[in-house]
């Protein structure tokens, strides 16, 4: 095959070598103005090579199948140029089985896929005429191939299948965006808790009301978690961070500086979610293991490269692109959730600011934790109870000192995307600005 003519060209001219390679296919299927816009069929397919030799890196990569001298050429004039190596390609090892792959999902048509987005669009259009609706609904099938001149061979098969959606409403002056997605392995698309969760943020955003100005509770939404709150949290332990000694959390492991009640899970295994796998992309195994552990800081995120520089274990969280050398990153990240509901959240306070989604992904020290973004949707609550959509309003924060200073956690944890799990919290120490 390819891949190991590759690894054998490569063998003979450096110390050791790997040879990754990704193929995927895809049906995109896309509306715009509340119609079926197009439906696409893709395919790609590419293959990188790392190799160490003289203790540097080289590396290249390629879309070209035929091109095999070519790329192991291209990698050794690299060498040169290459980061020194402060690690070892592994050994091979043994796999425990993470189904990410569905028949009936990789069976899936354009014409059924077609179906689901028409009867989404059509629902909400009917509910809401005077909201423009867009979305997509997508389907693919990747194989990752993964070997190495240390006898590691590793391939996996994974299928997904997405769903996001968009409504826009234009009045005056007045634009509102609401957002929607649900993604799985399996072609088991949560349609209904995407169209209930899009009519009640409509309408929850029927009235606007003045915004609640000052330090006041803010509870964000799992989709407000992920737009604002992961970034800023997951660059403090990442790996490469640490090593840069650019992270706040350097030396702070095994100290608590978040609440209590939080903990944190980076779980690759979990079974058909999209950002699961069997094997991180240097074919180390995927494990489960906790980033914070009741408010402690408990790992962090490594590549073989960054533990080799830290001196640490690699965590089996090495993530890559073909044009790219790995990097440490997050897999799936499961927040435990609390005790209280978020119907709770909201009737527990006098004056609070429940937020959905930013503009843009903000800004401020995001490797020191802080945040500063626009509120795209927003509801102010008054007296337990939410008044309205707020406007030209702005957050601004420290992601560990609200985390550490945190109201309440929420007991219904909901998926965003296929990389996290998390509940809704509600959190103190938030600075809220508005122009109204």
């Known amino acids: 095959m390819l891949e190991e003519e590759v690894l054998a060209l490569a063998s003979q ?151 996001g959606v968009e409504g826009t409403l234009v009045r005056d002056t007045y634009m509102l965006f609401v957002f929607g997605r649900s993604s799985s392995c399996k072609p088991d698309l949560d349609v209904d808790g995407v169209i209930e969760a899009l009519t009640r943020k409509l309408r929850w955003a029927e009235r606007v009301a003045a915004a609640p100005t000052g330090q006041v509770p803010v509870i964000f939404t799992p989709q407000a978690v992920a737009g604002l709150l992961l970034g800023p949290l997951m660059a403090g332990f990442n790996g490469r961070n640490i090593v840069q000694q650019s992270s ?89 959730p609390g005790d209280t509901t978020f119907a709770d959240m909201i009737a527990g306070h006098k004056n609070a600011l429940v937020v959905e989604s930013f503009l843009g992904a903000g800004q401020g020290n995001i490797l020191g934790g802080d945040f500063s973004a626009n509120v795209l949707l927003g509801y102010a609550v008054e007296n337990g109870e939410v008044t309205g959509r707020v406007k030209d309003t702005m957050v601004a924060g420290n992601v560990y000192a609200i985390l550490e200073a945190l109201g309440a956690l929420g007991s219904e944890p909901e998926w965003v995307g296929g990389s996290l799990q998390t509940p809704a919290l509600c959190c103190n120490g938030v600075s809220v600005s508005s122009k109204g």
């Open 13 to 163: 001219q450096a110390d050791q070598a790997e040879v990754f390679s990704v193929s995927s296919t895809s049906i995109p299927v896309s509306y715009e103005g509340n119609r079926l816009k197009s439906v696409d069929t893709r395919e790609s397919s590419g293959i990188a090579l790392r190799i160490i030799k003289d203790g540097r890196i080289g590396f290249s990569s390629t879309t070209n199948t035929d091109d095999k001298e070519g790329l192991v050429a291209r990698a050794v004039e690299m060498l040169p140029f290459g980061a020194k190596a402060h690690m070892e390609f592994p050994d091979a090892a043994e796999y425990t089985h993470v189904p990410t792959y569905d028949e009936g999902a990789a069976a899936l048509q354009s014409a059924s896929l077609v179906d689901i987005g028409g009867a989404l669009i059509d629902k909400m259009h009917g509910d809401f005429p005077d909201v423009v609706w867009e979305g997509r609904v997508s389907q693919s099938v990747s194989t990752t191939r993964l070997l190495n001149s240390n006898g590691l061979v590793a391939e996996e098969t994974s299928s997904s299948v997405g769903l």
């Open 248 to 336: 706040p959390l350097i030396e702070k492991l095994g100290t608590r500086m978040l609440d209590p009640r939080i903990t944190v899970w980076d779980d690759p295994t979990n079974p058909y979610v999209p950002g699961s796998r069997s094997f991180d992309d240097e074919g180390v195994p995927a494990t489960r293991f906790p980033v914070v552990q009741e408010g402690v800081i408990a790992n962090f995120f490594y590549d073989l490269q960054t533990a080799g520089q830290a001196g640490a274990t690699t965590t089996g969280s090495a993530h890559r692109g073909l044009a790219s050398l790995p990097g440490p990153g997050a897999s799936v990240i499961i927040i435990e």
